[in-house]
């Protein structure tokens, strides 16, 4: 049975809404998002500064958001309430920056999966088709098969992960760089790779690259929107969701921290600078085996983190076309499996299209952009909320606000110009959209 506007049944308890979150965060990010932060030029002591900015940033909107779903629990993340609380055109920012980011970011994801599957070749994009139709299949089964999925992912992923940090450090300074470590004059560690000085340790970074890093890092840790778009699906929102949100970032910073802290140790700021595989290559003195454990780690990585993002992006469709800012008929949804299977096929028919025909390497910065700003009209709706709907300081909100702000304006400039094109292509077929209707309607 199928119905254009059904509710969404309430299956997810707390340990549900962790994995799924966990399954976002610890997705393609942890694996890839170490050689773009160290081409801005953050070196290894300020690596970890930025990504404690990053992780700052993420709670404080990770707790406005919370906020927002425990008043309003529905699918859609920060639209409906940003809706009821700003307006339709800020709610329609932030829908359109969720939807059209993380749809870019599921067909990294998969071609991401499909690079550590296959060697390069013709069939590396069509083998990114069929995983994401095959994770459509499962979203398309229910939710608690999408959070089922996510806990047999993410739990492999977290071992070899630490396996990682602790091989990182266990071997000491530069052991995986393929370079010669030594000091300068001042005892600086500093690396020669043949024979030449690693720029990547030569001089201080200034303020900029640091906020680049962060906003670049950030991309990692914004799968807690998947616990908060999910709000309509889970037992006792208003106590489940900030709970859930902040237990997950919390074992994803101090998992990020832990690898920011090994990765230099093990490979130096220049071996994370030109390996596509940094994790892979800091146990690669362990054997030809280690390095495949990882992969295969971050494979299994990238499904998880597949499965929550497309499994996200649906239910925040969903929420625009139950209000008109989307196609009405993408607010269809299966009665019997309560599952919005019209979003979910649509938009996992859009990722299979970009990952067969669009080059997605710039992605993570437009998506960081997009996502950014998402956050940015969520804390701005949170800071309405009065005393009694309010689960943590304004100024938790208003710090939020700031700091989306100034990260996503110090993002790489081609994450900005994307972004803003995105934007504009969005506020433009709206506008469009809306002149049509006005058109069509008969006069008095």
């Excluded at 690079?115 to 608690?144: H, Q, S």
């Excluded at 080059?359 to 998402?374: M, P, Q, R």
């Excluded at 956050?375 to 700091?403: E, W």
């Amino acid at each position: 049975m199928t119905t254009a506007s059904a509710p969404l049944a309430r299956r997810l308890r707390l340990g549900d809404a962790v994995l799924v979150g966990l399954g976002s965060m610890i997705g393609a990010g942890i694996f890839g998002v170490w050689s773009p932060v160290a081409r801005t030029g953050v070196d290894a002591p300020l690596l970890l500064v930025a990504l404690m900015l990053a992780g700052a940033v993420a709670l404080a909107n990770g707790l406005s958001s919370a906020q927002l779903a425990a008043q309003y629990p529905t699918s859609g993340g920060a639209y409906v309430p940003a809706r009821e609380r700003l307006g339709a055109w800020p709610a329609f920012l932030a829908g359109w920056s969720f939807v059209v980011g993380k749809t870019a970011s599921c067909a990294a994801m998969a071609g991401i999966a499909a690079a550590y599957a296959v060697p390069e070749g013709p069939w590396r994009r069509p083998l990114a088709a069929l995983i994401v139709i095959a994770v459509v299949a499962v979203n398309l089964g229910g939710v608690t098969r999408t959070a089922l999925a996510a806990r047999i992912l993410v739990v492999p992923v977290l071992l070899v992960l630490v396996a990682v940090v602790v091989v990182a450090v266990a071997n000491g300074p530069g052991a995986a760089s393929g370079g010669l470590v030594t000091t300068d004059g001042a005892g600086q560690a500093v690396v020669y790779v043949g024979g030449i000085l690693d720029p990547a340790t030569a001089g201080e970074p200034g303020p900029f690259p640091l906020l680049s890093a962060a906003g670049l890092l950030f991309f990692a840790f914004a799968g807690y929107a998947r616990i908060t778009t999910l709000g309509e699906e889970v037992v006792d929102p208003r106590r489940t969701i900030p709970r859930a949100v902040v237990i997950a970032l919390a074992v994803v910073i101090a998992l990020y921290a832990a690898v920011a802290v090994a990765l230099p140790l093990a490979l130096t700021p220049f071996g994370m600078l030109t390996r596509d595989q940094p994790l892979a290559a800091a146990v690669a003195p362990l054997g030809a085996a280690a390095p495949v454990v990882v992969s295969i780690a971050a494979l299994l990585a990238c499904l998880g983190a597949l499965l929550s993002l497309l499994a996200g992006v649906s239910r925040t469709a969903l929420a625009m076309a139950r209000t008109g800012d989307l196609p009405h008929p993408l607010a269809r949804v299966d009665a019997r499996r309560s599952v919005p299977w019209a979003s979910e096929l649509a938009v996992g028919a859009v990722v299979v299209v970009l990952v067969l025909t669009v080059d997605l390497g710039a992605v993570i910065g437009v998506s960081s952009f997009a996502v950014l700003l998402y956050y940015l009209v969520a804390n701005l709706a949170a800071l309405t909320q009065s005393a009694g709907d309010r689960l943590v300081p304004r100024a938790v909100s208003a710090l939020g606000a700031i700091g989306c702000l100034m990260l996503a304006l110090t993002l790489p400039s081609v994450s900005v110009i994307g972004g803003l094109v995105v934007l504009a292509v969005g506020a433009g077929g709206r506008l469009l959209a809306g002149a049509v209707a006005r058109a069509r309607r008969p006069r008095a």
